[in-house]
């Protein structure tokens, strides 16, 4: 019998209790009755050796793309172009479309990534999770990342790479917040378009998951209720980023319902929006299990079902039928066709390989390294304790649980497994060196008689996750009370006292967070994540981790999570905007970070006060680095609307930079400001309109402290933004 990993064998199992494990073609054969479906071939293709009966048509080189799909979908049968739509018969291959023989095409070959190659068997890299390196604010950093998965993916022999991931964050609760690169949708587009760039250097990349899937608990069949200008701007808004800037490869229709349409049926998400208004041109895939009819799902535009030939087991019938049109099909399997010629992997006898050698290679480990390093978050540091004095700090503990314990992130599609990893007491004992004793354990034993205590808490694969694999939604925004009283007990008897946390988003801290005198955000690291704990604790590097998500002193500070309702309504305001809106202060705002050096932010500069709305604004800001370290400095700028009656955020972030500067220099850094990404999406036109008006720009350290201001102006009343 086939093995089967954990989630084959809890799917088969369901699907068998439901009568679905039917017999289906896989052959890639015509069935019988199918008759000739050919299109017309012109002369010119024919003469460089067209279809003929004896021999398949890809062994065809000298076509253009679009002649080769011509060329190959002409020659399909219905049941071998349905076949192109879907994954194996049910109870077969999770991970895989099917190879068609006869005509030299290959099947799709799947891989999940949000944070590395994940694999049923077999070791990858393990990067930090996707927002732990959104916390670096370094595209290219995401770029390169995304690289290295790209190249590992195809090393290991797969030809498609299941991410990013680019929901946004609404609540701090979603299980899956981890997968994601935080709350604002404009980060998430950028963040999301260097990562795919950068998985295309080699694979096809898949943004994931359109739309609206934000809950976890109820993910399946939620009823995701948005306003068409929330949705515009807070939930679709960096997909349209992502597909108009690096024509990504792969959609993926998530679970749920928005607006009483599951997704993977929903015209206006996927014909009219995606398709249409956006023009994209690759391929509409449905998360695994998430389709939910035949017709509907066709009709709407889901070009491929995964992970079994379940409802598309139907399409055939459904097309001789009437209710679905070939023309369809045909559009769905270009899509697919063209998308294997544009990677360089449609045809079986057209080798496409990687090099298995950059699997965990030392420069993917190294990056992985720098990754954890730059996005790791310095949250409190009293009295500079931090870094820590190798001289002067003679014992040092490690306690918890999560000590010597590395957690890497949820069990569900994102988990990858590494051949090691390393744990925060091994990580900070290595970087420690031979003057320091680094002691450990589980309790607050080993914290009585030392210069410094380290105490490590962490959120479980339990507390946050996948809930097919034992997560969900958390249940509380704490670590859980074992952990809160152990802080507290060694913050009691230890001279010094750091909290490292390992979790996908904010915790809320009233029971500790004024026992301890440093608290870093670790997030889920990675593989080399406590060598990067070491390098940061002990000075070896500087802090230049930044949250995108807004950490508030109370879990009631947040807005309604609804994640156990089956319809929720998401909200205009989420985020820092939620914050702003109901004038809330929070305990670490949107973008806020601690370094071991200080900066100071002078003379903002807007050399063009009148813009027009098609336009780009390069502000400028002088920062000098008035601390003792090297360090890097993030100015971040916020906008503020005219006011015009139209419903907006109080400020809106609009662009950043990064600046490394050594200690004393000053530097003019420039902050390029897109003036359409300033639109907003008016319902009465149905289109997206930069307004005319004053603008205040602001710029600052972070959200909640933004010293520099400065207006400017667009020209154009309600000018339409193509």
């Known amino acids: 019998m086939r093995r089967f ?38 002369p010119e293709v024919v003469e460089r050796g067209g279809i003929c009966d004896d021999a398949p048509p890809l062994s065809i080189q000298a076509h253009t793309t679009d002649e080769r799909v011509a060329v190959i979908a002409g020659s399909m049968s219905l049941t071998e172009k349905v076949e192109q739509m879907a994954g194996f018969t049910v109870g077969a291959e999770l991970f895989a479309t099917p190879d068609n023989e006869r005509l030299n095409v290959r099947g799709f070959k799947f891989r999940d990534g949000p944070r590395g190659v994940r694999l049923e068997d077999g070791t990858a890299t393990c990067f930090p999770v996707a927002v732990a390196r959104a916390a670096s604010w370094d595209l290219e950093l995401e770029r390169r990342v995304g690289a290295a998965m790209g190249a590992e993916t195809r090393g290991l022999g797969h030809n498609l790479l299941l991410a990013p991931t680019v929901n946004t964050l609404r609540h701090p609760g979603w299980g899956r917040g981890q997968e994601t690169y935080g709350e604002d949708p404009w980060l998430l587009g950028r963040m999301g378009t260097a990562s ?27 009823n995701a209720i948005i306003d068409e200008q929330t949705l515009r701007e807070n ?47 690759g391929i509409v895939l449905s998360d695994w299990f998430a389709a939910k009819s035949t017709e ?43 998308i294997k010629f544009k990677f360089g992997f449609a045809l ?26 730059k996005g ?21 503990a490690v306690v918890g649980r999560w000590a010597d314990e590395a957690r890497l992130g949820d069990a569900g599609s994102s988990d990858v497994r590494p051949s090691y990893a390393v744990a925060p007491y091994s990580g900070i004992k290595n970087v420690a ?23 490590v808490v962490a959120l479980t694969q339990e507390d946050e996750g996948e809930a097919i694999f034992g997560g969900g939604d958390r249940n509380r925004l704490t670590v ?61 590097a500087n802090f230049e981790g930044r949250v995108v998500q807004t950490w508030a002193h109370h879990a009631d500070d947040y807005p309604e999570f609804g994640n156990r309702l089956s319809e929720t309504e998401f909200e205009y305001h989420h985020g820092y905007r939620h914050f702003d809106y109901f004038e809330t202060e929070p305990l670490y705002p949107f973008g806020y970070g601690l370094s071991y050096t200080t900066f100071e932010f002078e003379n903002l500069s807007l050399p063009c006060v009148a813009i027009t709305p098609a336009g780009e604004l390069l502000a400028t800001v002088e920062i000098e680095n008035t601390g003792p370290l090297a360090g890097v400095a993030i100015p971040q700028l916020y906008v503020s609307f005219p006011e015009t009656g139209a419903r907006r955020p109080v400020k809106q972030l609009a662009g950043f930079a990064r600046v490394a500067l050594e200690p004393g220099e000053r530097r003019e850094v420039t902050i390029p400001v897109r003036i359409p990404d300033l639109a907003y999406f008016d319902t009465s036109s149905g289109g997206w309109v930069v307004v005319e008006g004053e603008y205040q720009a602001r710029v600052g350290p972070h959200a909640g402290d933004l010293p520099l201001s400065a207006s400017f102006s667009v020209a154009g009343e309600g000018v339409p933004v193509e």
Not at 256 to 264: A, E, I, L, T, W
Not at 352 to 365: C, K, L, M, N, R
């Open 376 to 396: 790791m978050v310095l949250l409190k540091n009293d009295d500079d304790l931090l870094p820590l004095d190798r001289e002067g700090v003679s014992r040092l």
């Open 296 to 338: 509907e799902s066709a009709l709407a535009g889901l070009d491929v079902e995964m992970p079994w030939r379940q409802h598309y087991a139907n399409l055939h019938h459904m097309v001789t039928g009437g209710q679905v049109p070939e023309s369809v099909i045909d559009e769905a399997v270009e899509r697919i066709l063209r």
């Open 348 to 373: 079986l006898d057209e080798p496409f390989e990687g090099d298995p050698a950059v699997v965990e290679s030392d420069a993917h480990i190294a990056l992985a390294r720098e990754a954890a390093r």
């Open 480 to 540: 859980s009370e074992d952990q809160e009283n152990l802080v507290r007990e060694v913050a009691s008897v230890a001279p010094k006292t750091i909290v490292i946390i390992k979790a996908g988003g904010p915790i809320t801290m009233e029971r500790f967070i004024d026992h301890v005198d440093a608290i870093v955000m670790a997030w889920y690291p990675g593989m080399e994540g406590g060598h990067a704990m070491g390098d940061l604790l002990f000075g070896d």
């Open 433 to 455: 060196g031979d003057t320091v004793e680094v002691l450990t354990s589980r309790d607050a034993a080993a914290a009585a008689d030392v210069d410094v205590a380290i105490v």
């Open 5 to 42: 990993g954990t989630l084959g064998l809890i799917c088969l199992l369901a699907l068998k209790a439901l009568g679905c494990d039917r017999p289906e073609l896989t052959s890639g054969r015509p069935a019988p009755g199918d008759g000739d479906t050919s299109v017309p071939v012109s």
């Open 235 to 281: 939930y679709t808004r960096q997909f349209e980023m992502i597909v108009k800037e690096s024509d990504v490869a792969c959609v993926m229709a998530a679970y749920n319902q928005v607006n009483g349409r599951y997704c993977c049926e929903n015209i206006p998400l996927l014909r009219d929006l995606l398709k249409g208004e956006w023009a994209f041109d």
């Open 196 to 222: 795919v760039l950068g998985i295309q250097e080699h694979v096809p990349a898949c943004a994931k998951h359109y739309a609206g899937n934000n809950i976890e608990d109820t993910r399946m069949t939620n």
